[in-house]
């Protein structure tokens, strides 16, 4: 029977029950089989109408042939061609637009779901929603024929990211066996862009935006040999899965993260004009220590060594990488980076791009575990990675900076307090999250599980019935997280504790605590502020670790009494007072006076761990307590009576003003000299023979210049001495630097001191015992501060003045075999 007259003549194509598409490239040996197991029980259901589209995507063989043979024999068949391949994603946005079903099943042509599945779904279906897509990963789904373990692996890590950034709740979006209905399918997958493997998530994510039910079905599958997924495929499918979230950002997430950028931007804009010639003075010597942590760690790399140990300085002893913050996390993937353009674009990067992860980091936990507004959570998100103490290590220490994990960390932590929460997967979740901030910076992480213990404690008082539901699933979920991460970071860890060049604890010194009137006062970099007063207040312009002012605290505390009924602000509020308290130290000095008090800090003071803390630092747990009050506040203002609104606002600008960070400062950096920088040492230090350049004084943490020398040459010598951490004694004992030795106290003090000593046999002997342990090719004195005393020293070490060379005063060394 014909359908009813369509204008102009003709009739319009009756509709069928439903449509099935098949989309097929170089699939002659599978294709036939297929069609006909599928044709069969079509015939043989309750299906009224059908129709099958083969999708023919460029094939190379007799593909389309096949499916036109079956075509001439069924006229329910019809086959869609084109010439060349385009992609699974292009195929079926092809075959969808040909169908005419109330339903349209998607299915691969291997039949890895067998067609007597789609009952399953159909019932779902019926249920209501768009969607029912067959599942490998809900229970009672069925697999008959594994995969090979590394292409498992590689699946449940994408269906890992697309849940995180696509499709939330959908355990497997890439089983090829869905079932849509059909008006639903034919706009979403007109509406597709994606020509490749992502064109299942763009489509569930297409009808998850418009609020339409999608139902998780276990079906039966195998693995049938012949998959024309490729390994590049896999990094394809994350490139369209990155264009995918790009494509949801809406412009209001755009201008958020634009605002995070430019602050970050506007902070190291002194830097960017030449990131190479551009020097941070405030830095003191940890840029010069930074750039060779990341070219090192690139060579390592390039060069397949061991990413953890290096004698590139400290030679000939090296230095525990693992041991020293080298941020493999990043230092290892900007590897490509480095290699192109230099450490000092990649520090660059990591620093600006950083900062600017973190407040967003940030600014989402706030959205999303206190419900924050947009411009409430931006407030709180710059205050908790742009506070005074941030800003401080901007200038040195990217490990202090770039935090984005540890927001990811306490989101995680918190999904095991949820009624619905999946113990083990957060669990592992949550322990993939910490082996990785480990490899970002292990201190922070110390911190932040601090500044989580504060919390919880707190909160746990007020909310007691709270913290006695959820102390199992958190306890057992905190137990695989440390189970996972241990299993991963297990070596790593091992050689830093117990590898060449370990060492048990560093020494700090005396008084590494904060003042209390440090808490009160305006860093350096303050809008408030001023270098002199906080100057005495910290241990160096690197470490002004509280500094939050104390218009913030007088804020920090109305906000405090304002919202008391609110069990999270108090915990905040507490949270934000023990780490001040604690940042005092084991003893600290009441201001004004001589009177010196035991600070909370002394029970720590000898634990491990705890012991290599530099205590001031335990404050920065304030920087997102208080930006997360202040986010709370601003919330409940905007919300407020325009005349409160107008108070409270004046009020929070009164308090955050005073500590908007200005630019960090920026210096032309001290050129390389000629001898370096030319490749004229390669004349006098024979690497070949293991020999090394000896600075003159050797690198120390006040003055590794050298360490740049070595970044310029491409890592081609090796230097004695250094900046690093390292073992002392036969304790182990850590110290800033390599072990002393007599020769480079000399050349230290004198450089220092300006006046070059009388020196005699017994020094010229002890000169020539440790130029042999470092293997000296050459020595090389370079334009500095005490030059002269220092040519006059090593003129009487080795009985000879040296040779003007490219800028420099070189000895040219025996060759090492001499000796």
Known sequence: MSGPAAPGGGT???PTELSVV????????????????????????????WEIVVVDDGSADRTRRIAEEAAAADVRVQVVGYDRNRGKGYALRQGVAHTRGRLVLVTDADLATPIEELERLEKALAEGGAAAVGSRATPGATIEAHQSRLRELLGRGGNFLIRAVAV?????????????????????????????????VEVLQYLRRRGLRISEVPVRWAHQE????????????????????????????????????LASVLLHRGRWPDPSARYLPDSLQDQNQWEWFFAVTADNVLQLRN?????????????????NTVMLGLSVPFTPVTAAFGPAVSLALVMTLGLAATGLAWYWLIRRRLGAGRCAAVVGGLLAAFAPPMVSHANAHPNFVVLFMIPLIVDRALRLCAPDARVVRDGVVLGLFAAYQIFLGEEPLLLAAVGMLLFAVAYAVQRPAVAREVWRPLGKGLAVGAWVALLLVAYPLYWQFFGPRSYSS?????????????LLSFAERSLAGSRETSEQLALNITEQNAFYGWPLTALALAITIGLWRRPVVRALA?????????????????????????????????????????????????????????????????????????????????????????PLSTVERVAVPPFIADGTWRRYVDTARGESLVPVPLPDPGNAEALHWQTAAGL???????????????????????????????????????????????????????????????????????????????RQLLGRDGELVGGVWVWDLPPVTAR
């Open 12 to 14: 319009v194509p009756r």
């Open 22 to 49: 098949v989309p097929a490239y170089n699939e002659e040996l599978r294709l036939r089989p297929t069609l006909d197991a599928v044709r069969r029980h079509l015939a043989d259901g309750p299906w009224e109408s």
């Open 168 to 200: 939330p709740g959908v355990r497997d979006t890439q089983c090829g066996f869905k079932l849509f209905d059909g008006e639903q399918a034919r706009a979403a997958f007109a509406a597709a862009r994606t020509d490749g493997w992502a064109i299942d």
């Open 226 to 261: 012949g998959s024309k997924v490729r390994p590049l495929d896999y990094p394809r499918v994350l490139g369209e899965l990155a264009v995918l979230k790009a494509r949801t950002v809406r412009p209001a997430q755009l201008a958020v993260l634009a605002v995070f950028l």
């Open 307 to 323: 990413p953890l140990f290096s004698d590139l300085q400290g030679f000939p002893d090296g230095v525990n990488l693992m041991a």
């Open 506 to 518: 560093v020494l700090h010194g005396e008084g590494t605590g904060n003042s209390p009137l440090a």
């Open 574 to 662: 507490f949270t934000a007072l023990a780490a001040a308290v604690l940042s005092l130290g084991p003893e600290f000095r009441v201001p004004l006076t001589d009177v010196v008090l035991p600070g909370p800090w002394r029970p720590l003071a000898h634990a491990p761990l705890f012991e290599s803390v530099i205590e001031s630092r335990v404050a920065m747990v304030c920087a997102p307590a208080l930006g997360m009050l202040v986010a709370l506040a601003v919330d409940r203002l905007l919300a407020a009576r325009p005349s409160h609104r107008a108070l409270g606002s004046a009020a929070v600008a009164a308090a955050l003003v005073p500590i908007v960070p200005m």
């Open 716 to 794: 081609g010598f090796k230097v004695p001495g250094g900046y690093f951490n390292g073992p002392w004694g036969e304790e182990r004992t850590g110290i800033y630097g390599a072990a002393p030795r007599h020769t480079s106290n000399l050349l230290r003090d004198v450089r220092y001191s300006g006046r070059a000593p009388r020196l005699g046999e017994a020094w010229r002997r002890q000169a020539a015992a440790d130029l042999a342990y470092w293997k000296a090719g050459a020595l090389v004195l370079a334009p500095q501060p005490g030059a002269a005393a220092l040519r006059a020293t090593v």
